[in-house]
């Protein structure tokens, strides 16, 4: 295909996909639900589900988000795209098709999204009929693959449905941070190379039936449209579908000239079908991912032939393609470059097809025979294991992630820098010059490394953890163990810092109080780690308890004392027995039952005081004990009260805050008062996690960054 012609394509495109999201602009910018967004009215909507519900961190709560179609709302009907915002857990039991009745609050949607609006939903839904034949049996094959899957180990469970049929309801979000930090997230969503891999093995038993090229392409139809069904005809799915078949079409008959137009014309295909692929990052993936294969594999698969064996050129070209072609957008939505990515994709290679294919056996043969399904998903639970563990030593390197510009601007600096590559790499002596250059880098990032003071630095005593906006503080009782007081909103981020700082036990974990910002990285903790014992909130609501079953869990009140080696934890709050917290209680409620604790070890005192506001803090102000380190209440909100501050004559003062966060915290009121008392003042969002470390002379705050 000439490349005046393969621009005219791209032209097309480009036009039909603008076209399309202009006339679906349109319609879901204008109407009655726009009108009851605007004006932010509450109103009772008939709607239709269209994606899997998903349970996130909220402020306070867990958060079920899922998408819909609004099709009635007072007085009118519609056909409309929403997202729904639910707290009722009975959202989570919904399933694609599904129409319901439901009474919530209107707001206009932020982002690129073509959505008429978002829908702040109160209560559980009113289901007004059971979901469609294909829904039903798409859930129940889902549902039997769960069942098969459920005595692997509890990584091996979470990870294969994923991987089969993209079902990530019992994934680990710490782990579903080293996927993403290693570069394998596309292992764990209905890709084309899932399609690819069963395509590939339906026709590969084809051919050992001896059926003919006639007779084999109807039996892979087949086996495609019963995937599609498994993993719920969604437009990801459908996309993926499409990618995996060009991609298929291209290997097998090794002229990818066709596939490139063939490409195009799914695009183009896809994005009049349903406009707002146009808007969105996952489809731009898929079609560049499929574009790297098709456009830089196969030359790059020839000049590595020359040099290695066959097989491993093939999976290098393959992995390096797809991750460059890709890298652009990535960097503009994360801000950083997987550098262990190729390698991690290059080991994990050799078991996604092990593990895809006895996925999708066992959850055919689950509908049948469930004992016969837990024999064959076995063995791919090793081959998952062996994913699993890539993905966590990838993540677990140093740079393995490097930081970059995010947004548009970071991705044409990467452009930037891959042009200037290619230049360099076309001329022998610039070729030279750019090896001595990364040597002379090497050797000074080792040379860095040797010198450099290591992390944890030694003596260290307590660390602030960065965990985005929330708390996560780790204090040690010894080598390898520690006690950690709340978890942040996000498994990843405690539990890289704690592996950073090589925990591998946690005689108690202290949950001050159940909102989400302190107690949604339990799990985290938990990964890879012996947790004995949870301490909570005495007025807790249970909710600590059910992100972490299974462990022993305490509550907390003020005189209590734990003695964990030579570190003495005296609770100093809640003081009294109040009613058990729940979903009704505002923010200050649960903030105000935050267990309040004092850390002593030889030369080491700190005072943790969860998000107590200003009324509580006056309370305890004349039992709080002088000591070194004071972790500033409610990261560092305008909510304080000047005596309780001044009463702990701390030396430092930490605040674990946020960057750029929606609340307005550290408050400047706050830093000012901090400033006044004399405290030097330390923030996680400006200097990442921050270790207190003893020292000849006392104690000394060691930035991590």
Partial sequence: ?????????????????????????????????????????????????????????????????????????????????????????????????????????????????????????????????????????AEHVRARLRAAVARLPPDQRGVLPGMVVGDTSRLDPALAGDFRAAGLTHLLVVSGANLAIVIGAVLGLCRLLGLGRRRAPPVAVLAVLAFVVVARPEPSVLRATVMGLIGLLALVTGRQRQGLPALAAAVLLLVLIDPELARSYGFALSVLATAGLLVLAPPWRERLARRLPGPLADALAVAAAAQVAVAPVLVMLSGEIGVVAVFANLLAAPAVAPATLLGALGAVTALLSLPLAQVIVWPAGLAVGWIIRVARTAAALPYATIPWTSGGLGAMTILLAAGIAVLVLRSRRLRLLMAAALSGVLIAVIAMRVTAPGWPPPGWQMVACDVGQGDGLVLSTGPGQAVVVDTGPDPALIDRCLRRLHVKDVPLLILTHPHADHINGTSGVRNGRNVHEILTTSRTSGREARLAPGLPTRRAQAGQQWRIGDLTLSILAPRATGPALSFEDDGSTINNASVVLVARRPGFSALLAGDIEEDVQRALETAVPPVQVLKVPHHGSRSQAPGFLAAAHASVSLISVGEDNDYGHPSPATLRLLQRLGTQIHRTDQEGDVAIARTRTGIAAVPRH
Wanted: glycine letters at 10%; a positive charge.
């Fill in 1 to 137: 295909m000439s490349r005046r012609r393969l621009a005219g394509v791209v032209l097309v495109c480009a036009a039909a996909s603008s076209m399309g999201v202009a006339l679906r602009a349109t319609a879901v910018g204008t109407g009655p639900v726009r009108d009851l967004a605007g004006h932010g009215r509450s109103a009772t909507a008939e709607a239709v589900v269209t994606g899997d519900p998903r349970a996130k961190p909220g402020d306070g709560r867990r958060m079920i988000i899922l998408r819909a179609r609004v099709e009635q709302v007072p007085r009118a009907e519609v056909r409309v795209p929403v997202l729904l915002i639910a707290s009722d857990r009975r959202w989570l039991g919904l399933v694609p098709s599904q129409r319901v009745r439901l009474h919530g609050t209107f707001v206009t949607p932020r982002g690129a999204d073509l959505l008429a609006a978002v829908v702040i939903v109160r209560g559980p839904p009113a289901v007004l009929g059971p979901p469609s034949t294909i829904q039903r049996a």
